[in-house]
């Protein structure tokens, strides 16, 4: 969009998608169109009280079997994939080297089929990924979860990458944040390292950008991605445009107001791109963790509450089956103009209607002019808004 600015203004976008927002506790009907039972898990993580001091691998994993106890529990209520989120199992605010015990080395299912249920012992100290495992094939669902990966360095398990070339950390290992899928029979589907990490001082950047996918039988492909990733292009956008209907979003997100608070980002993002979002976070009410949410174009379920009775929550929801390029158009009301805040500010709001145009906007003797020309290359998915 070409702008020429007289005076000081803003022009916000909105990207227009059909949208019914239900009460959080409310399911879809019964539908003639294909359907799944997706559920999200709003986790009360078990924390060890001493992050930062080195636990034997022994203790870590009786702290993780604590909380994969609960996720246990959460994974027999039924339904065909079910979201644990980040960092529910072992927790966070570790050192590099105080994580060491909770460190599995998850393969890559690009290179190697392998069920850690069936197949215990191919690979060693692998009791976390054999537990979600088995937990993914005795209840017969697909199952997301996260937890902290070791790979060898060089990385000698990453398809793309020259294992000459590759860096090492002074340790001589790799340290990520992973989040690990399995299929419904308890094999290994996908593994995704984070991207864009938030303050994770035990966790290592990945050298590539990945962008994970993984197909069902129920709803054909899904995209992962963790956390603060969802703030940036990358991996976002480009899972958006190879997935096109369903994200996972395991997430450990502290409420930020005005404009990051969790429910807000999740339904931006599932609206915005016209997708199917399962957002599960953490329920950590002194880091204002709280937020999860199931989003799609026509309707969703959403929990969020601070300082309530700490009951988990568990979100199901029957989604229907999204076709590439389904919600398509617009159901929003064109509004007047308006005042709302944004990042504790208040502006005044006006929608720009036409392809091309004038308007003057005033808030008492501040007057601002705009001629715009809209580009024809975004078509008609997009609401523009001059504020001041």
């Known amino acids: 969009m070409s702008l020429r600015v007289l005076l000081a203004v803003g022009v916000a976008v909105l990207y227009l998608s ?3 927002l239900t009460r959080a506790g409310d ?20 924390l060890n009280p001493e992050p930062h001091v080195p636990l034997s691998r022994a203790a870590a994993l009786e702290h993780m079997m604590r909380n994969l106890k ?24 570790f050192s590099r080297l105080s994580i060491s015990g909770y ?11 392998w069920n850690p249920c069936t197949q215990p012992d191919r690979h060693n100290q692998t009791e976390v990924l054999q537990s979600l495992s088995c937990m993914a094939r005795r209840h017969h669902l697909y199952l997301v979860a996260n937890m902290p990966d070791l790979q060898p360095c060089p990385l000698t398990s990453h398809p793309h990458l020259d294992p000459s070339q590759t860096p090492c950390p002074p340790d001589g290992r790799w340290q990520f944040n992973t989040d690990v899928v399995f299929r ?8 995704y390292h984070k991207q864009n990490l938030f303050f994770e001082k035990e966790s290592d950047t990945p050298l590539r950008l990945e962008v994970v996918t993984f197909d069902t039988p129920f709803a054909g492909r899904f995209g992962v991605f ?6 940036f292009h990358d991996p976002t956008v480009r899972l958006l445009e190879k997935v096109h209907k369903v994200m996972i979003f395991p997430t450990a997100w502290m409420n930020l107001l005005s404009l990051l608070t969790a429910v807000q980002i999740q339904r931006a993002v599932s609206l915005g791109a016209n997708v199917t979002l399962l957002a599960a976070n953490l329920r950590h009410d ?4 709280t937020g999860s949410s199931i989003f799609t174009p026509s309707t969703s379920i959403y929990h969020h509450a601070f300082h309530h009775p700490r009951e988990p929550e568990l979100l199901v929801l029957r989604i229907p089956v999204l076709d590439k390029g389904e919600a398509k158009g617009s159901s929003f009301p064109l509004p007047p103009p308006f005042n709302a805040f944004m990042a504790g500010d208040l502006f005044f709001f006006a929608l720009l209607l036409d392809s091309e145009g004038q308007l003057t906007l005033c808030d008492g003797l501040l007057c601002c002019q705009l001629q715009y020309q809209r580009s024809t290359q975004g078509g008609n998915t997009e609401l523009y808004f001059l504020f001041i």
Request: charged residues 20%; contains cysteine; negative net charge.
């Open 70 to 93: 609960v996720y246990e529990e959460q994974a027999a209520r039924g339904a065909q994939i079910i979201v644990f989120p980040e960092d529910g199992i072992h927790g966070f605010n």
């Open 27 to 46: 399911r879809t009907e019964g539908t003639s169109c294909p359907s799944y039972v997706a559920t999200v898990y709003e986790h009360q993580v078990i």
């Open 18 to 20: 059909p949208v019914t």
């Open 103 to 113: 460190l599995e080395t998850i393969p890559d299912p690009l290179t190697e089929d």
């Open 226 to 231: 963790s956390c603060f990733d969802i703030l």
């Open 286 to 289: 002194s880091k204002a963790m």
């Open 184 to 191: 419904s029979d308890g094999s290994l589907a996908a593994r």
